[in-house]
């Protein structure tokens, strides 16, 4: 059987078309899944009951089961799912007044070892399909409540440029007036700073989000708490951003975790401040780090935050500080995940 959201529209059409049976039948199709959130095709009540029992002979919906739920007092929630290989991700719901951002993971685990991160802590074994990578989008849209799913950011397990070919279909699904209907501006893909997935992005003719992960600002430090640095430095990847900044006209968001005796100092600002300066689109997006005692990291005093946040604005840099959300659940990328395989 095939996972039925590994077909685009059309594709979809075709299918029905071989089977004698109307195009639009697929539009309809498409509004019980991503609109509705429908499970099961015996559901879709306005569909002939032939074509239905077509469907669950040929296709399936959703292939993942829920193995863990966690919930947070700032209203969080952090789902973990398992996997037809028993193979499990993560993905996140974070509510806020008018919107709710889903979290979502492309991979499980991850090849390039961030120290930040706990999830490569356990390697890398596979990229995610982008049938599975709806899959979560779906379980987050059914779970967010009163709310709507407004937004979705690739920033859970995995690094998404490390997939590119099935993270952009599904975020054309995302996407697509038929499908999720979630606008590009309302779709962050974060990277640990693959140039070539950069380049690819900027011929892309859709004006999603792009986030990239920096946490230093020299190379020898970046290369000690990011080791990607060591194939893309510093100077092409920045040199990449602004390629990509030209071409789009379309900012980039550069992350910054803040983690005590790490990159926290004000020589550290310094340092950001001259490396962004001749970005006209760049932002920088301050984050204390949230502890991950298997990777012995914390997080600065808010007072020091509060300092680096104003330098870097004195310096001329656009910056906001983004404040974690989820940390009595263990929110951050691969924590649930690392404690149930234990």
């Not at 306005?46 to 399936?60: H, M, T, Y």
């Not at 993942?64 to 037809?84: C, I, M, V, Y």
């Not at 992005?201 to 430090?221: G, I, P, R, T, Y």
Request: one cysteine or more.
């Amino acid at each position: 059987m095939q996972d039925i959201k590994e077909l685009n529209l059309k594709e979809l059409e075709d299918r029905l078309l071989v089977r004698g049976m109307p195009k639009y039948r697929a539009k309809q199709i498409f509004t019980w899944i991503y609109k509705k959130g429908a499970f099961e095709f015996s559901a879709m009540s306005d569909l002939p009951v032939g074509l239905r029992n077509i469907l669950a002979q040929e296709f399936f919906i959703l292939d993942l089961k829920l193995a863990d739920l966690q919930n947070s007092a700032d209203g969080t929630t952090k789902f973990l799912f398992e996997l037809k290989d028993n193979s499990f991700v993560e993905a996140v719901n974070i509510p806020a007044a008018k919107r709710v951002t889903g979290c979502v993971s492309t991979q499980v685990g991850c090849k390039f070892g961030c120290r930040f991160c706990a999830s490569g802590l356990k390697g890398f074994k596979r990229n995610l399909s982008c049938g599975e990578i709806l899959d979560e989008v779906l379980y987050l849209k059914n779970n967010a409540g009163a709310a709507e799913l407004t937004h979705i950011v690739f920033m859970g397990t995995g690094e998404p440029l490390d997939n590119y070919d099935n993270l952009l279909k599904s975020i054309r699904l995302i996407n697509s007036p038929e499908g999720f209907n979630i606008g590009a501006r309302r779709i962050t893909i974060s990277t640990c700073g693959l140039i070539p997935g950069i380049e690819r992005l900027a011929q892309e003719k859709m004006q999603f989000e792009l986030s990239v992960s920096l946490h230093a600002a020299d190379d020898k430090a970046r290369s000690e708490i990011m080791p990607v640095n060591k194939a893309y430095p510093l100077k092409d990847l920045i040199q990449a951003c602004k390629v990509y900044m030209d071409r789009t006209n379309r900012q980039v968001t550069f992350e910054y975790i803040l983690a005590k005796g790490v990159n926290a100092e004000l020589a550290a600002a310094d340092k950001l401040i001259l490396l962004l300066k001749d970005l006209r689109l760049a932002k920088v997006n301050l984050i204390a780090a949230n502890p991950v005692p298997e990777l012995d990291i914390l997080a600065p005093s808010s007072a020091q935050v509060d300092k680096f946040k104003e330098h870097l604005f004195k310096g001329g840099i656009n910056v906001t500080l983004r404040r974690e959300r989820g940390q009595d659940i263990a929110a951050a990328c691969g924590q649930l995940r690392l404690k149930h395989e234990k």
